[in-house]
């Protein structure tokens, strides 16, 4: 069984600083892709950033960006300028297979909270 | 864009009972997922359609559990005989894959919270 693995439970940082959240995954597999999601309080889960594993290139989009060492099978989030609305849970994920289109494998989250 | 839109948001049932889940997708996404999310962790697979075609099935999937997709369309999920353990979110997403463009990353509902008393 696939597994992603979120060692922080739970993170705290003040407004505007830079923050990193970790993610390991276990695979066999050479080609894959992943997202890291984010689920504010009683919110719907919303798509952050993905990764396919091929780009060497790491995934930005705006504050947000990632770190991927493919070989060391890690992929970890860094948010810039942290905000206020950036206090939710993460979630890191794995896809299935190599299309990214199928289900999802998640780890436990991290619990971000941004402070004023 | 009117988001996945699941039914309903919460249900409170008795034990034994059988309940019936339903989910609206994304009007043009042809796949549609399931999951389920108790307290404090996160989304667990349990299963996805493209179109009508039921393509992938979680273990998680018990017997009690059964999904459908009848028309490509909307898809519902019914857990029969709940028990405790039943209780969680249940969480649906929706993409877009195939043809000229990238496959499209999940977009997710709000959900449905089911308690078991």
């Known amino acids: 069984a696939q597994t992603v693995t979120q060692s922080q439970p739970e993170m705290s940082v003040q407004e505007a600083e830079t923050v990193t959240l970790s993610c390991t995954y276990d695979?066999?597999?050479?080609?894959?892709?992943l997202f890291w999601y984010k689920q504010p309080p009683s919110r719907q889960m919303i798509l952050v950033i993905r990764q396919e594993a091929y780009k060497q290139q790491n995934a930005t989009e705006n504050r947000f960006s990632v770190n991927f060492q493919k070989a060391a099978k890690s992929f970890s989030l860094k948010i810039s300028d942290s905000q206020l609305g950036d206090t939710a849970m993460y979630f890191c994920a794995k896809s299935h297979s190599g299309g990214g289109a199928d289900g999802l494998t998640f780890g436990k989250g991290t619990h971000l909270i941004i402070q004023p | 864009d009117t988001g996945v839109s699941q039914n309903p948001r919460h249900k409170i049932t008795k034990r034994g009972q059988n309940v019936t889940f339903r989910c609206d997708p994304i009007?043009?996404?042809?796949?549609l997922y399931w999951y389920r999310q108790t307290l404090g962790q996160g989304p667990e697979f349990l299963t996805y359609f493209q179109n009508e075609a039921q393509l992938e099935k979680s273990r998680l999937l018990s017997d009690r559990f059964s999904a459908e997709r009848p028309k490509g369309s909307f898809s519902t999920l019914e857990i029969q005989r709940t028990e405790q353990g039943d209780s969680a979110m249940y969480l649906c997403?929706?993409?877009?894959?195939?043809?000229?463009?990238?496959?499209?990353?999940?977009?997710f509902g709000d959900g449905t919270r089911l308690s078991i008393l």
């Open positions: 695979t066999s597999e050479n080609n894959y892709y």
């Open positions: 997403a929706s993409s877009l894959v195939g043809g000229p463009w990238d496959n499209q990353p999940q977009h």
């Open positions: 009007s043009e996404h042809n796949r």
